[in-house]
């Protein structure tokens, strides 16, 4: 079984709605980085589970219908597969992407391993044929990121903004970045020591 192939892309959710079919814990699961995101998340299942039930989320009680999509920027399908199917239809019929859980034919976006270290996020996926795998190596990768990457990413935030006011060329930076981090790095050393 070959994996879909995809292109990796991040969404920006801040005060979007965002549809998530199904209330169980899968759902659920999704909450976290939807709401972290700043979507504003309705979710809609006739059975709900008490963990969707949370500040920022919009529970309705009832099946699925075709029109709770119209407006919506994503959504997520974690109900049974045939409800599953019914949300990716109405999904495509509005040229909005769907991640349907579990269900690699009926999804149009899959959702990734995520290592979140302040402001950088990495995320990990295997076209949704392996996601157990995606998760597994987002710990095994995790554990190799440094906890300081947040520093990281200030002082490459920093040389960033002088590269552009000087006009130093895009060939350039990555060496210049390695050498600023390692000088970063070398300072927080000799700091400590």
Known sequence: MSAVP????FL??????VVVVGGGAVAAGKLEGLLAAGARVTVIAPEVNPRCRR???VVLE????DDDLDGARFAIAAATPAVNRDVA?????????VNAVDDRAAASA?????IRRGDVTIAISTGGAAPALAGLLREAIGALIPEDLEAWLRTAATERARWRADG???SER?????????AARGSAVEHVA
């Open 110 to 114: 899959f959702l990734g391993g995520v």
């Open 6 to 9: 995809v292109y990796p892309v």
């Open 174 to 182: 990555r060496e210049r970045l390695f050498e600023a981090l390692a």
């Open 12 to 17: 920006r959710l801040d005060g979007e709605p």
């Open 62 to 65: 009832r099946a699925f219908e």
């Open 168 to 170: 130093t060329p895009m």
């Open 55 to 57: 500040p920022g989320v």
């Open 89 to 97: 239809r109405a999904a495509a019929a509005r040229n909005l992407f």
